[in-house]
């Protein structure tokens, strides 16, 4: 597929945004809910006030300019490598809720561990799909115990895409099982995974301003 581009936004209304959410995070500040993550961030420069930080602008740029303008994130087949870079939009779509709609039946019903698997296959025969989410992400799957839904779900993402898989980060032990995963089916040992990364998730944040404390976590990881 060619790569489109699409300007919604001029550079001078992006700078401006870009200085509005610079002077939102210095003077009104995040509330962070993981305890480690806000030393870190203090002892990083930030202003701390209990769970609140703040963040000086000039750390913010910082940050930024330290961070890579283009990598790769390396799927199971080569031909699916991800090169992220300045420029480039990749599409993923959102797979695995806690309802599905049967095609079969035409009812609403609980996804299980088979659907999962089903709209893996389905996104993964897609070239316009990029990059894929797993069941890792789900709440819950039907079936399959609370605790361990990360884990069954980021599998059928593996078993049944050769594309980059997306983790979970929803929690410390959550995101070390999701990376463990990656290292395995890759052969690389986790402490090296970050040479040639085959995994990637996102982190939300709680409107307003708020960093929950097991996202945070799973982010740290």
Request: aromatic fraction near 6%; glycine fraction near 8%; hydrophobic fraction near 35%.
């Amino acid at each position: 597929m060619k790569h489109l581009k699409l300007e919604v936004l001029s550079q001078e209304e992006i700078e401006l945004i870009h200085q509005k959410a610079l002077e939102v995070l210095e003077k009104v500040g995040i509330t962070v809910y993981e305890p480690e993550a806000v030393k870190l961030l203090g002892d990083m420069g930030a202003r701390v006030e209990g769970k609140k930080v703040y963040f000086p602008s000039s750390l913010v740029e910082k940050s930024i300019e330290k961070a890579p303008k283009e990598f790769t994130v390396y799927a199971r087949n080569e031909k699916h490598n991800v090169e992220m870079q300045v420029g480039k939009v990749f599409f993923e779509p959102m797979i695995g809720r806690v309802n599905v709609l049967d095609w079969r039946t035409g009812e609403k019903r609980r996804t299980n561990i088979n659907d999962a698997g089903d709209l893996v296959k389905l996104a993964d025969a897609l070239d316009n799909y990029h990059i894929l989410h797993s069941g890792s992400i789900m709440p819950s799957i039907e079936g399959i115990p609370v605790g361990t839904s990360h884990v069954h779900g980021y599998l059928q993402g593996v078993k049944n895409s050769s594309k980059v898989i997306k983790g979970s980060c929803r929690g410390k032990k959550v995101a070390e099982d999701c990376i463990e995963i990656a290292s395995i089916w890759s052969g690389i040992p986790k402490e090296k995974l970050y040479q040639k990364p085959n995994i990637f998730t996102t982190c939300n944040i709680i409107s307003p301003l708020k960093l929950d404390e097991a996202q945070t976590q799973g982010l740290m990881v």
